[in-house]
């Protein structure tokens, strides 16, 4: 998917900023820190200019963040434009993963509103695993 089609799937404006936040977070499927992502979009926009961007991209649903442990804070592109998700994060080398799962469903009280499911799952990734085999 590009940018393009993201703009036109949510029904946003696109303007250069929010494609090149774009473009970086599809290209990057772990997800980006902050620092990361500014790094990819160069150096002509803002500190600003970028909050903005990615704040709007959360509220319209396009753009998740999530904190890990850490605490790591990371962006991701919303894929499936779902409420649910479930993030994986390694314990050995810090690497995350968003699954394409749904999230488990999980009984509350009726009377709890629920905005937002997030489950994060720690361990070791495959990488890490393969070098603890190997050794
Ligand atoms: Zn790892």
């Not at 590009?2 to 599809?26: H, M, N, P, Q, W």
């Not at 990615?54 to 919303?78: D, H, S």
């Amino acid at each position: 998917m590009t940018a393009d089609e993201v703009f036109s799937r949510y029904g946003i404006r696109k303007t250069l900023i929010r494609s090149a936040i774009l473009t970086a977070l599809l290209e990057k499927h772990e997800g980006l820190t902050y620092a990361e992502l500014s790094g990819r979009i160069g150096k002509g926009n803002n500190k600003a200019n970028i909050q903005r961007a990615l704040n709007f991209f959360q509220i319209t649903g396009v753009v998740r963040k999530i904190v890990f442990a850490g605490p790591r804070l990371r962006y991701y592109y919303n894929e499936r434009k779902s409420n649910n998700h479930i993030y994986f994060t390694c314990e050995k080398c810090n690497s995350a993963y968003v699954f394409i799962s749904e999230a488990p469903v999980v009984c509350l009280p009726e009377s709890i509103k629920v905005i937002k499911i997030e489950f994060i799952v720690s361990g070791t990734c495959p990488c890490c695993n393969e070098n603890t085999t190997h050794q």
